[in-house]
C-alpha cells in the first residue's frame, strides 16, 4: 500500500492536501461512511481519487453530470490512471465492453450516472467488480429536501446491498442540515460522520446591488474591476446581446450556453481559460468542473432559483484565495418575477402525461420497451410536431427528469468511435478478399493500434481523409459500410441534447405522479426563492453571516468584506474622522474664541462641509455658544 502523500506528489503533484482532505481520506480508508461538504473549488475528486488509489481494486464514482465524468475520466487517463466514463449516447456495445473491462482490466475509476445502476448490464457485471469505494458526487441530489432532487440517487441504497462492505463517499458543495441528515439516512450510513468545511469565504466578497439599470451598472463594475470575470444571465439570447454590448465598450467578451455547437463552447471557454478573453457571459449551463482559479469577478444579472445554486456559481470566484468579488445586480420586480417563473416550472399533470405521449410518439417507443435508449433531441423541432409551447416543453421534460422518467442531457460533444469486431486473422482476411477496404484498415491499424480491438477508441475523420489523401465524406462512407457489413462498430460524433428513456416506457394515461409530492416540490421552490429574496433585500446583516445562517453554520463574527461590512467600516472610519475634527474645533475655540468663518478656514478644505455641520450640531447640544460679536466659545 502507498502513501497518501506519495500518491499525490506522484500523480498530482502536490506536496500537501488541502485543509480538510487528509481527514476525509483516512476516514475512508478506515472503512467509515463518510459525507464531506466542500465548497467549490474545495478539492472534492482528490478525496475519493487518493483512496481509490491507494487500494486495490476500483472506484465507482456516481455523478449527474455528463461533462464532468468525461472531464475527470479524461484528466486521469492523462495521468496515467485508468479511467472510463458510462453515459448517454454510447451504445450497448461500447457500454459491455467497457464494463468487461472494469472486471478483467485495470481500470481504477469509473464514472456513470445513476441511470445506470439497475440496468442489468451493469447489475450483471459489479457484482464481479472488485470494488474499493463507491463515491456519490452532488450527493445532495438524493433528497428530496435538496435544491436539485433526482430519483435515481435513491438506487444507490440498493446498490449498497450489493456492496455491502464498500464504504460510500458523499461529496456535495451545498446541504442544509435537513438535507446531510437526510443523505445519510438514503445512503444508509452505517452512522453518522460528517466533515464540513466551512461555508465562509475569507477572500470573497459578497455584495447586493440594486437597480433598474443592470447592463450599465455591470459595465461599470468591470471597468472598476480589474481581472477575469463570469456575467450570469438566465437566457441565451441574453448571453450574446451582453457579450456584443461589452465587446462595443472595448471589453473583451464572449457568449457561452448550451446551444452552442462543441467546437464553438470549446473555443470560447478554451480563450477564457488562456485569458485571451476577459469577460464570459454564461447561462448557468457553465462552470461545473472548470477549474480556473484566478477568476476576480463574477456577477449575476438574474436571480438564482436558490441560494444554494448561487453560493456554487458565487463561488468559482477567487479559488486562488487571492480577493475576489461576487455582486448580485437585482431590480424591482425580480422576486415577483423568478417567483412566477419557478410557478410556470411546475406543469399541471395533464401537461406532463401529454408530452410524455408525444415523446413516446415521436421516438415510436411501445409501452413496457425503450428502457435507457437514447435519442438526440431537438426542442423546436418536437415542439412545433406537437403544436406545444417550447417553454412548456422544457419545464415538462425537466418534471419528467425530477420523477426519474428521462434523462434529459444538454449539448454535449461525443467525438466518432470505432470497434474492430473482427480479430487480426479474420481482419487479414477480409482485407485479402477486399482490396478496395485494405489501404483505410491498415490505416486503422497503425494509428490505433491493437486498442481497437478491445475498446472503442475516438477517431477523426478529418485526420484519415488527410492521411489517405481521400475526400471526408467518402472515409465516412467506407466507414459507414464496413459498419454494416459488421467488421467494425463505427459511431458517427455527437454534439446535441440527448434525452435518455431511465424506465420502460410506461402508459402515459397512467403515468404514476404523485401529485402531493409534486405540489410539494412546487411549495419547496417557492420558499427557495423567499430565501433568495430575504438574502437580496436584508440590509442590515453580513452577508457571509445570512448565508452561513442558511446552510446551519452560526458565526457571529462578521466578514468585514461584503456590501454590509464595508458600509460599517466606511461609517466607523467617518466616525473617527469626525471625532477627530470636533476634538480639535473645541480645542481651536478654547484657545482663542473665533469666528466661525476663522474656525473653517482652520480645517483643509475638503473638511469644510463637515466642520460647518460639527459647528451647528455643537451649537445646538449646547457645547458652543455665540458671542454678540459673532464669535464661538467653549460652554463649561
Same mark, same amino acid.
Given at each position: 500500500?502507498?502513501?497518501?502523500?506519495?500518491?499525490?506528489?506522484?500523480?498530482?503533484?502536490?506536496?500537501?492536501?488541502?485543509? =480538510? @482532505?487528509?481527514?476525509?481520506?483516512?476516514? /475512508? !480508508?478506515?472503512?467509515?461512511?463518510? &459525507? +464531506? %461538504?466542500?465548497? #467549490?473549488?474545495?478539492?472534492?475528486?482528490?478525496?475519493?481519487?487518493?483512496?481509490?488509489?491507494?487500494?486495490?481494486?476500483?472506484?465507482?464514482?456516481?455523478?449527474?453530470?455528463?461533462?464532468?465524468?468525461?472531464?475527470?475520466?479524461?484528466?486521469?487517463?492523462?495521468?496515467?490512471?485508468?479511467?472510463?466514463?458510462?453515459?448517454?449516447?454510447?451504445?450497448?456495445?461500447?457500454?459491455?465492453?467497457?464494463?468487461?473491462?472494469?472486471?478483467?482490466?485495470?481500470?481504477?475509476?469509473?464514472?456513470?450516472?445513476?441511470?445506470?445502476?439497475?440496468?442489468?448490464?451493469?447489475?450483471?457485471?459489479?457484482?464481479?467488480?472488485?470494488?474499493?469505494?463507491?463515491?456519490?458526487?452532488?450527493?445532495?441530489?438524493?433528497?428530496?429536501?435538496?435544491?436539485?432532487?433526482?430519483?435515481?440517487? =435513491? @438506487?444507490?441504497?440498493?446498490?449498497?446491498? /450489493? !456492496?455491502?462492505?464498500?464504504?460510500? &463517499? +458523499? %461529496?456535495?458543495? #451545498?446541504?442544509?442540515?435537513?438535507?446531510?441528515?437526510?443523505?445519510?439516512?438514503?445512503?444508509?450510513?452505517?452512522?453518522?460522520?460528517?466533515?464540513?468545511?466551512?461555508?465562509?469565504?475569507?477572500?470573497?466578497?459578497?455584495?447586493?446591488?440594486?437597480?433598474?439599470?443592470?447592463?450599465?451598472?455591470?459595465?461599470?463594475?468591470?471597468?472598476?474591476?480589474?481581472?477575469?470575470?463570469?456575467?450570469?444571465?438566465?437566457?441565451?439570447?441574453?448571453?450574446?446581446?451582453?457579450?456584443?454590448?461589452?465587446?462595443?465598450?472595448?471589453?473583451?467578451?464572449?457568449?457561452?450556453?448550451?446551444?452552442?455547437?462543441?467546437?464553438?463552447?470549446?473555443?470560447?471557454?478554451?480563450?477564457?481559460?488562456?485569458?485571451?478573453?476577459?469577460?464570459?457571459?454564461?447561462?448557468?449551463?457553465?462552470?461545473?468542473?472548470?477549474?480556473?482559479?484566478?477568476?476576480? !469577478?463574477?456577477?449575476?444579472?438574474? &436571480?438564482?432559483?436558490?441560494?444554494?445554486?448561487?453560493?456554487?456559481?458565487?463561488?468559482?470566484?477567487?479559488?486562488?484565495?487571492?480577493?475576489?468579488?461576487?455582486?448580485?445586480?437585482?431590480?424591482?420586480?425580480?422576486?415577483?418575477?423568478?417567483?412566477?417563473?419557478?410557478?410556470?416550472?411546475?406543469?399541471?399533470?395533464?401537461?406532463?402525461?401529454?408530452?410524455?405521449?408525444?415523446?413516446?410518439?415521436?421516438?415510436?417507443?411501445?409501452?413496457?420497451?425503450?428502457?435507457?435508449?437514447?435519442?438526440?433531441?431537438?426542442?423546436?423541432?418536437?415542439?412545433?410536431?406537437?403544436?406545444?409551447?417550447?417553454?412548456?416543453?422544457?419545464?415538462?421534460?425537466?418534471?419528467?427528469?425530477?420523477?426519474?422518467?428521462?434523462?434529459?442531457?444538454?449539448?454535449?460533444?461525443?467525438?466518432?468511435?470505432?470497434?474492430?469486431?473482427?480479430?487480426?486473422?479474420?481482419?487479414?482476411?477480409?482485407?485479402?478478399?477486399?482490396?478496395?477496404?485494405?489501404?483505410?484498415?491498415?490505416?486503422?491499424?497503425?494509428?490505433?493500434?491493437?486498442?481497437?480491438?478491445?475498446?472503442?477508441?475516438?477517431?477523426?475523420?478529418?485526420?484519415?481523409?488527410?492521411?489517405?489523401?481521400?475526400?471526408?465524406?467518402?472515409?465516412?462512407?467506407?466507414?459507414?459500410?464496413?459498419?454494416?457489413?459488421?467488421?467494425?462498430?463505427?459511431?458517427?460524433?455527437?454534439?446535441?441534447?440527448?434525452?435518455?428513456?431511465?424506465?420502460?416506457?410506461?402508459?402515459?394515461?397512467?403515468?404514476?405522479?404523485?401529485?402531493?409530492?409534486?405540489?410539494?416540490?412546487?411549495?419547496?421552490?417557492?420558499?427557495?426563492?423567499?430565501?433568495?429574496?430575504?438574502?437580496?433585500?436584508?440590509?442590515?446583516?453580513?452577508?457571509?453571516?445570512?448565508?452561513?445562517?442558511?446552510?446551519?453554520?452560526?458565526?457571529?463574527?462578521?466578514?468585514?468584506?461584503?456590501?454590509?461590512?464595508?458600509?460599517?467600516?466606511?461609517?466607523?472610519?467617518?466616525?473617527?474622522?469626525?471625532?477627530?475634527?470636533?476634538?480639535?474645533?473645541?480645542?481651536?475655540?478654547?484657545?482663542?474664541?473665533?469666528?466661525?468663518?476663522?474656525?473653517?478656514?482652520?480645517?483643509?478644505?475638503?473638511?469644510?462641509?463637515?466642520?460647518?455641520?460639527?459647528?451647528?450640531?455643537?451649537?445646538?447640544?449646547?457645547?458652543?455658544?455665540?458671542?454678540?460679536?459673532?464669535?464661538?466659545?467653549?460652554?463649561?
Amino acid at each position: 500500500m502507498h502513501d497518501i502523500h506519495h500518491i499525490l506528489k506522484t500523480y498530482w503533484g502536490y506536496d500537501q492536501f488541502r485543509p =480538510l @482532505q487528509e481527514d476525509i481520506i483516512q476516514s /475512508v !480508508l478506515a472503512g467509515q461512511d463518510t &459525507l +464531506a %461538504l466542500l465548497p #467549490t473549488g474545495g478539492g472534492k475528486s482528490i478525496c475519493f481519487q487518493v483512496p481509490a488509489m491507494v487500494q486495490e481494486g476500483i472506484c465507482l464514482v456516481i455523478t449527474p453530470l455528463i461533462a464532468l465524468m468525461k472531464d475527470q475520466a479524461e484528466q486521469l487517463k492523462k495521468r496515467g490512471i485508468p479511467a472510463v466514463a458510462i453515459y448517454s449516447g454510447m451504445n450497448r456495445r461500447e457500454i459491455d465492453i467497457a464494463l468487461d473491462n472494469c472486471v478483467y482490466g485495470n481500470i481504477k475509476f469509473l464514472y456513470l450516472s445513476p441511470e445506470r445502476l439497475l440496468t442489468d448490464l451493469f447489475q450483471e457485471r459489479v457484482k464481479r467488480m472488485k470494488v474499493n469505494l463507491l463515491s456519490v458526487d452532488e450527493a445532495h441530489c438524493i433528497s428530496q429536501w435538496g435544491y436539485d432532487f433526482r430519483p435515481p440517487y =435513491l @438506487q444507490l441504497a440498493e446498490l449498497r446491498e /450489493v !456492496l455491502p462492505q464498500v464504504p460510500v &463517499l +458523499a %461529496l456535495t458543495a #451545498t446541504a442544509t442540515e435537513q438535507v446531510r441528515q437526510d443523505i445519510q439516512e438514503k445512503l444508509a450510513f452505517k452512522k453518522q460522520n460528517v466533515f464540513v468545511k466551512s461555508f465562509a469565504r475569507a477572500n470573497l466578497s459578497y455584495s447586493c446591488l440594486y437597480t433598474e439599470d443592470k447592463v450599465g451598472r455591470t459595465l461599470e463594475i468591470l471597468q472598476r474591476v480589474p481581472g477575469q470575470a463570469i456575467v450570469y444571465v438566465r437566457s441565451r439570447r441574453q448571453t450574446v446581446e451582453l457579450a456584443k454590448f461589452l465587446q462595443s465598450r472595448r471589453i473583451a467578451a464572449a457568449a457561452y450556453h448550451a446551444g452552442l455547437k462543441f467546437e464553438e463552447r470549446n473555443r470560447v471557454q478554451n480563450a477564457w481559460i488562456q485569458d485571451k478573453v476577459r469577460v464570459i457571459v454564461a447561462t448557468n449551463a457553465f462552470g461545473m468542473g472548470i477549474d480556473k482559479p484566478d477568476v476576480r !469577478l463574477v456577477v449575476h444579472l438574474d &436571480l438564482p432559483e436558490s441560494l444554494e445554486a448561487y453560493y456554487q456559481e458565487a463561488g468559482r470566484a477567487g479559488r486562488d484565495e487571492k480577493y475576489a468579488y461576487a455582486t448580485l445586480l437585482y431590480g424591482p420586480s425580480d422576486t415577483k418575477d423568478l417567483m412566477q417563473k419557478v410557478a410556470e416550472a411546475h406543469p399541471p399533470l395533464e401537461l406532463i402525461r401529454r408530452v410524455y405521449q408525444c415523446l413516446a410518439n415521436y421516438y415510436q417507443i411501445a409501452v413496457g420497451s425503450g428502457l435507457m435508449s437514447s435519442f438526440d433531441f431537438d426542442l423546436a423541432a418536437f415542439s412545433k410536431n406537437y403544436k406545444l409551447k417550447p417553454l412548456e416543453v422544457h419545464h415538462v421534460m425537466k418534471r419528467l427528469e425530477g420523477e426519474g422518467y428521462i434523462q434529459l442531457n444538454e449539448s454535449y460533444y461525443m467525438p466518432s468511435r470505432l470497434f474492430l469486431l473482427l480479430d487480426n486473422m479474420a481482419l487479414y482476411e477480409f482485407q485479402v478478399a477486399n482490396a478496395e477496404h485494405d489501404a483505410l484498415l491498415r490505416l486503422l491499424l497503425r494509428v490505433y493500434g491493437g486498442e481497437a480491438f478491445t475498446t472503442f477508441v475516438k477517431i477523426s475523420e478529418r485526420k484519415l481523409a488527410e492521411l489517405l489523401k481521400k475526400p471526408e465524406q467518402e472515409v465516412r462512407r467506407k466507414l459507414e459500410y464496413l459498419h454494416k457489413l459488421q467488421v467494425l462498430v463505427y459511431e458517427p460524433q455527437h454534439d446535441s441534447p440527448q434525452v435518455v428513456f431511465t424506465t420502460p416506457r410506461l402508459d402515459a394515461a397512467n403515468l404514476p405522479l404523485n401529485h402531493k409530492k409534486l405540489e410539494q416540490l412546487r411549495e419547496r421552490a417557492l420558499e427557495q426563492v423567499k430565501e433568495m429574496a430575504h438574502y437580496v433585500e436584508t440590509s442590515d446583516r453580513c452577508r457571509t453571516q445570512l448565508l452561513l445562517e442558511y446552510f446551519g453554520e452560526l458565526n457571529d463574527k462578521s466578514c468585514r468584506i461584503c456590501d454590509y461590512c464595508l458600509a460599517q467600516r466606511k461609517k466607523e472610519r467617518e466616525g473617527q474622522e469626525q471625532q477627530l475634527l470636533r476634538d480639535k474645533l473645541l480645542t481651536l475655540v478654547q484657545e482663542k474664541p473665533l469666528l466661525p468663518r476663522e474656525l473653517v478656514q482652520k480645517f483643509e478644505p475638503k473638511h469644510s462641509q463637515t466642520v460647518t455641520s460639527l459647528i451647528r450640531e455643537l451649537l445646538d447640544l449646547g457645547r458652543l455658544r455665540c458671542e454678540d460679536s459673532g464669535k464661538l466659545l467653549v460652554t463649561e
